[in-house]
């Protein structure tokens, strides 16, 4: 094992221990039954599942455990001016009868940070909010877990390809539930299936990005785009509610709907913003499902965005950063992180770096 991961081992065992004293010493009517094992070959079993990424400790106050991603590689794609602060909104899929997709075990070579993607909207054609209400992997308003993220903008806004590819299909699902888990539930769609040689191994890897709801599409199965091209138009066709673009990536089989991963991952953040991204586990390192997150500003603790963890495994976590929430869209500073789990509040600080990703991890008991 590499240091990182003896540094990671011993801050959890420490937090272990600190997490019994407060429980013990504070508020044992707070006691929280578990039946998660928590003996140290359980959190090493599960850490082993952790990538090796570097660690900074920020601070050992309160029950927390932190990493942070440090810089290895600088995104390389446009830069884009950050939009104005917008009023929160939603427009999520409504609950459809669905049949729920346990997600394939597989580990991908992806070992580091992918902001390959740019964003699908040019910065003069409209909002460009993202939808933090109906976040990735959420189950937000009881609605089915959320497979993409949501962007809206105008009936008819061009949406742009996020890279270079191939059109790997352009039409309508109104037949046949081909993509997604019925028929008629992205309405008219386009998959573009994209190539990249890994920063690290060279290696080529093959994904692909979906646009759900459209109104129309501008591209036809097999050419080839360059990334900013229209390729359709904003609508709201198919299982939606109100106009938007429902953008997803895919690793592995295009048509799999459970084959999908964090959008926020991999479009590249505003000049000057970042991404959070964490896990919040038991102590046996499981993963917590439905969580409620915020995220507050250090002093005056105003809550700037909320969101939910994964619902269980019915969405994949990415591949390098195996997280189970993502807030996209900070701008670069210091946040306090509140998981708030059965009527407690666990609430640790952190630095949000621009065209990052920076990692927490929340144990809670
Ligand atoms: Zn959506």
Redesign the pocket.
């Known amino acids: 094992m590499s240091k990182q991961i003896y540094l990671l081992v011993g801050l959890l065992l420490g937090l272990l221990s600190a997490c019994q004293f407060w429980s013990e010493t504070q508020s044992p009517s707070d006691e929280v039954i578990s039946n998660h094992a928590n003996t140290p070959e359980a959190i090493l079993a599960a850490l082993e599942v952790l990538p090796e990424v570097s660690t900074q400790i920020i601070s050992e106050e309160e029950n927390l455990s932190s990493l942070q991603l440090l810089p290895s590689w600088t995104p390389n794609g446009p830069t884009v001016t950050p939009f104005p602060t917008s009023t929160p909104y939603n427009?999520?899929?409504p609950s459809p009868t669905l049949r729920l997709m346990p997600t394939a075990d597989i580990t991908y070579d992806l070992q580091s940070e992918h902001f390959w993607l740019a964003r699908p909207f040019l910065n003069n054609s409209g909002i460009q909010t993202s939808?933090n209400a109906?976040a990735y992997g959420t189950t937000t308003f009881g609605y089915q877990p959320?497979?993409?993220?949501?962007i809206e903008n105008p009936i008819g806004t061009n949406v742009r390809a996020v890279a270079h590819g191939r059109v790997f299909y352009a039409g309508d699902d109104l037949n046949d539930a081909i993509f997604g888990p019925q028929a008629n539930f992205y309405g008219n769609l386009v998959v573009i299936e994209h190539e990249v040689e890994l920063p690290d191994s060279g290696k080529p890897f093959t994904f692909y990005t979906l646009y759900?709801?459209l109104s129309q599409f501008f591209v036809r199965e097999g050419m080839e785009v360059e990334q900013f091209d229209e390729i359709g138009a904003v609508g709201q066709e198919g299982v939606?509610i109100g106009p938007?673009l429902?953008?997803?990536v895919r690793i592995g089989d295009p048509y799999d709907y459970g084959a999908t991963y964090n959008p926020n991952l991999w479009l590249q953040p505003y000049l000057g913003f970042g991404v959070l991204a964490g896990r919040v586990l038991y102590r046996d390192g499981g993963y917590v499902p439905d969580v409620e997150i915020e995220v507050r500003t250090p002093n005056s603790g105003r809550v700037l965005k909320t969101t939910l963890t994964y619902h269980y495994d019915l969405v994949n976590k990415d591949p390098y950063f195996l997280e189970n929430f993502v807030v996209p869209d900070l701008q670069a500073g210091n946040y306090e992180v509140v998981v708030k789990y059965q009527g407690r509040a666990y609430t640790q600080p952190v630095e949000i770096l621009p065209g990052r990703v920076t990692m927490v991890n929340q144990v809670v008991n």
């Open positions: 427009t999520p899929e939808v109906y959320h497979h993409g993220v949501d759900g709801h939606a938007h429902h953008l997803e």
